[in-house]
DNA sequence: GTCTATACTGAGATAGAC
DNA sequence: GTCTATCTCAGTATAGAC
């Protein structure tokens, strides 16, 4: 009508952004939301099917990015490493959400509902990115486990550098590159060791 | 109070296991659950803080056994070593309840509500891992990232047990660790190569 | 144990685009 | 006319407050 031709799909979003940061995802209704945007309630729920989907919309464009790279990706490569090629390739689109990403991020990071469900989406990309390495020939089980820990060092990257910027995010994926591999070769002490480590 | 001493948490969990597996999920409400039980509503959510956790009970007793077992470990095993001498050691205790676990399973499977929820209890238990390692010497984030690629193979080694027995869980346990391995080194091709693999 | 807010669902009506 | 987006109204179940 006249709140401007924005889609009400983008107003939505943004209202629930601001809400939620204001007064927190509790104490925040669908029919405020609504109500700032300009619609009903019964609208927000034909856009979403739930509150907590309003904030997980960014993860469709992600994924279809990180697609096209992993497509692309050299001939050759490990299962890790075509995914460690796609992750480094979306640094810039990252980079460049970073003012959405980082206040997101807190209000999931104090919802334990938004929490949840963030967990479903990384599991949803991470079988996503199972099916792709498939299409390389990577077959059913291995291309799993893959996926779920590709996901994890993404995750762990990205979190880490929407927390402190000091860091860059390339090299935050670095970091969790080696990180991954030295899990297989770095000793660890027996619980008992730590009481004297350096005295024996 | 006739109805047996059976303790009232143990009979909402039977109660509600058995209910959905004859209706589903979502068309049982925590009233129809309690009342086979033969308590009010009001209990039900005294035992349980929302209605999915009534099925998530068990992950408690299967951490205590993983704690256990990665206390004890050999010293200067590396991170992902530790956890798999762990995963080993709880396949019997896993295997005793198999009967309990293959019915949920399914449930949950059908249940996008549990298995998120599901998604929220691994992910707790990564941690949980995780911060057992860091008591090993690990750092902060490589003992997430074993913590979670850790659990991504035993998560994929459980289901795919519960799902056919045929195969051993200790079995299913080594390929997963044998897989996770040549995530590194197996190469793949790209996606453009598969359309004439045999032909080039 | 009682009461209530609110997330969510379904059916039907309206309005505009094409 | 169809199709799509929205609103209105009425309802149920969860979960938390009292």
Chains 1, 2 share one sequence.
């Not at 991954?180 to 070769?185: E, G, I």
């Amino acid at each position: 009508m006249a709140l401007g031709d924005k889609d009400v799909r983008v107003r939505l979003q943004q209202s629930a952004l601001n809400l939620f940061a204001e007064r927190g995802y509790e104490r925040t209704t669908a029919a405020e939301i609504a109500a700032r945007a300009g619609v009903t309630e019964r609208t927000f729920f034909r856009h979403f099917p739930d509150k907590r989907e309003v904030l997980f919309d960014g993860a469709a464009v992600l994924l279809s990015a990180l697609t096209g790279f992993i497509e692309t990706a050299p001939d050759g490569l490990a299962p890790l490493d075509v995914l460690f090629f796609a992750f480094n390739a979306v640094v810039p689109l990252l980079e460049a959400n970073r003012h959405i990403s980082h206040p997101r991020q807190e209000i999931i990071a104090a919802t334990p509902a938004l929490a949840e469900r963030e967990l479903t989406k990384h599991a949803a990309m991470a079988h996503a990115l199972a099916k792709l390495l498939q299409l390389r020939g990577v077959s059913h089980l291995p291309a799993e486990l893959a996926g779920h820990t590709g996901m994890a060092a993404f995750a762990q990257a990205t979190t880490a550098w929407l927390d402190d910027p000091a860091i860059a995010l390339s090299e935050r994926l670095d970091l969790a590159y080696v990180g991954l591999k030295a899990l297989w070769s770095a000793p660890t002490r027996a619980a008992d060791a730590q009481t004297s480590p350096e005295a024996g």
